[in-house]
């Protein structure tokens, strides 16, 4: 345990990842420190969701080492991935949580039992306890009562702050979001936002992927630029997004 | 005055036939359900496995349950033991037959209902289950299976209905359940009232499935 530093909340090192003949994680590198926030953009298709979900265990890496709050999720041996044990795994699946680009909520359950549910019968915390958690996240989400919709009776910027609020439930220490308003109209998006800045501000641990420059720009600490399969670029957010090095970054912000 | 006596008697005799006989059909109902319902989740998931042999095998009994008559299977289940073993079963065997065909015959049919609802589940579903901790276990029976029911149930409940009709193929393997009895009786007073009557039974059997039915679907339909 000496070589663990326990400010680095996410190490990943040097990962590759191929869905058949295509290599779509070609060794990625990133490390996070607590409370540090971390905007990921770059064009679709250049592998941003696979490095998510391969660091929220949904996809299994082929090579390179990947360390959660500290805990080894996989160690490279001979240039292949090894993992831990199912054990480990959903250990380290309680230190993480995940927010989708569509919610994924669970339809048939009310905001509070998606919210609690994890907490009761994963973490095993009484039901006073979790509803008791449940309260304190609508409330900073803006969604008080809304305790006993149903997801359908919700608009989509509702439905994704339930599903932080979810992924925040199980007191993670560090959060992943994939492209959180991609599926939201505009004047939904703001709330999102918000929410995900204030979060920032209290100094939550996060990696983002987004399309969002601006709100990158504004409160990301730092950005990674990632095109096919790579890492072309990373640096201070303000700085990268004012002032990128790379061509292919200049080429991609030049869209927006 | 005598003829009408008479036909009231004659009534008479033919419900309290029928209604004895439709205890047989009601024990054909139930327990088929009982039976087919896990055995059809058994075969859907192997039918799903990853497992080529297993997936295969059970793609073939799907195919050859659907694909042939449920009377002949009927049949086959009865006389098998005798014509293949040489064994004889006793009587009782006749019931026995009886729910044993139509437990592996619905369930053929159940087994694909099952796997179109699973299959119709996003993906999304398992991975946020599987990100917040949730076991394999609780997956399935907490996220995934009370959606998959609510998606089914219009399915399972025409597979219902046809059962309540299809017990009266019993009568091939001579059980004496409602329909072996309303033939019986229609042969022996020369009119089709037995049948009518027998006809009726199913009807209101039905009718009241469908009440219940669309109550539970009613019941889930608090969320889309
Ligand atoms: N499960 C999968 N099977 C095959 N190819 C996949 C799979 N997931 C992603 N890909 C491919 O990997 C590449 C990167 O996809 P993705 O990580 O979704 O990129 P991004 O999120 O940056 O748009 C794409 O070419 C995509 O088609
Ligand atoms: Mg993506």
């Not at chain 1, 990943?12 to 990842?17: E, F, G, R």
């Not at chain 1, 989708?100 to 905001?111: K, M, T, Y």
């Not at chain 2, 219009?154 to 299809?166: F, G, Q």
């Amino acid at each position: 345990m000496s070589d663990v530093n326990n400010d680095i909340v996410l190490e990943i090192k040097d990962i590759h990842k191929s869905f058949d003949k295509l290599e779509v994680l070609q060794g990625i590198d990133i490390t996070v420190e607590r409370g540090e926030v971390v905007a990921v953009i770059g064009p679709s298709g250049g592998g941003k969701s696979t490095l998510l979900r391969c660091a929220t265990t949904l996809e299994k890496v082929d090579s390179g080492k990947i360390v959660i709050g500290g805990d080894v999720l996989c160690d490279d041996v001979d240039g292949h991935s090894v993992y831990c044990d199912k054990k480990l795994e959903r250990e380290i699946r309680s230190k993480f949580g995940l927010v989708f680009q569509n919610f994924n909520l669970f339809p048939h359950f009310s905001v509070r039992r998606n919210i609690t549910e994890a907490l009761i019968h994963v973490h095993k915390k009484s039901k006073e306890e979790a509803d008791a958690i449940c309260d304190g996240l609508l409330k900073k989400m803006d969604l008080e009562a809304k305790a006993d919709e149903y997801p359908c009776n919700l608009s989509g910027g509702q439905q994704q702050r339930v599903s932080i609020a979810r992924a925040l439930a199980t007191n993670p220490e560090i959060i992943f979001f994939d492209e959180p308003t991609s599926a939201l109209d505009p004047e939904l998006t703001k709330g999102v936002l918000t929410v995900i800045k204030e979060l920032a501000q209290e100094k939550m641990t996060m990696v983002i992927v987004t399309h969002e420059m601006s709100f990158a720009r504004d409160v990301a600490d730092r950005i990674v630029f990632m095109d096919g399969g790579v890492i072309v670029e990373e640096g201070p957010a303000y700085e990268l997004v004012t002032n990128p090095k790379q061509e292919r970054t200049k080429a991609f912000l030049a869209g927006y | 005055m005598e003829g009408t006596n008479q036909a009231i008697q004659t009534m008479v005799a033919t419900l309290r036939q029928l209604t004895q006989g439709f205890g047989l059909s009601l024990a054909i109902f139930g327990l088929t359900l009982l039976f087919s319902i896990p055995l059809g989740l058994l075969i859907c998931k192997g039918r799903m496995s990853k497992i080529t042999v297993v997936s295969l095998l059970c793609r073939l009994y799907i195919s050859v349950l659907r694909g042939t008559p449920l009377m002949l299977q009927l049949l086959l289940v009865y006389f098998g033991p005798y014509y293949v073993f040489r064994v004889s079963l006793g009587n009782d065997y006749r019931f026995i037959a009886t729910i044993i065909a139509f437990s592996l015959n619905y369930a053929a049919y159940f087994a694909e209902i099952f796997r179109g609802g699973i299959q119709s589940m996003s993906k999304g579903q398992y991975e946020a289950a599987t990100v917040l901790g949730f076991s394999k276990a609780q997956t399935y029976f907490k996220i995934i299976l009370p959606q998959v029911i609510k998606r089914v149930l219009p399915s399972v409940s025409n597979e219902i209905i046809t059962l309540v009709k299809d017990t009266s193929l019993a009568q091939v393997l001579s059980v004496a359940e409602m329909f072996t009895r309303a033939s019986a009786a229609a042969s022996k007073q020369v009119s089709v009232m037995p049948f009518i009557v027998a006809g009726l039974f199913y009807y209101l059997m039905n009718l009241l499935i469908e009440f219940i039915l669309n109550r539970v679907e009613k019941s889930m339909s608090y969320y889309s």
